[in-house]
């Protein structure tokens, strides 16, 4: 059984052994910068403040030319974030999409 910092295993990867014996992996240079990697995109969004009030949908385009349809609940606020879970930019790595996170602003 290993003790705590004990490595085991082979093929450049390194694995350390906690006290019970469970092996976690030890990461370096360009691995570690892809699980930083940012897939979120922020924009902005311009709403009528009678759309803030009430409520209703706000459709907009981002700049890569994709169109979204945004669901405004009623009493938004000024500064309010919205986020739309995947639909962000794909991780090059992993595949995974990251989200949009939409900042409202009441015109």
């Not at 390194?14 to 930083?36: D, K, L, M, N, V």
């Not at 709403?47 to 385009?61: T, V």
Request: glycine share 16%.
């Amino acid at each position: 059984s290993g003790s705590q910092g004990s490595k085991r295993g082979g093929g450049g990867q390194t694995f350390f052994y906690s006290s019970g014996g469970q092996p976690f992996s030890q990461y370096s240079g360009r691995e570690e910068a892809e699980e930083e990697e940012n897939t979120d995109i922020a924009a902005s969004l311009p709403i009528p403040a009678k759309l803030a009030q009430k409520g209703g949908e706000a459709k907009f385009k981002l700049s890569n030319g994709r169109a979204i349809t945004l669901k405004i609940p009623a009493g938004t606020k000024e500064g309010q974030k919205m986020r739309l879970k995947g639909e962000g930019n794909k991780c090059p790595y992993c595949r995974h999409h990251g989200d949009l996170i939409v900042k409202i602003k009441i015109k």
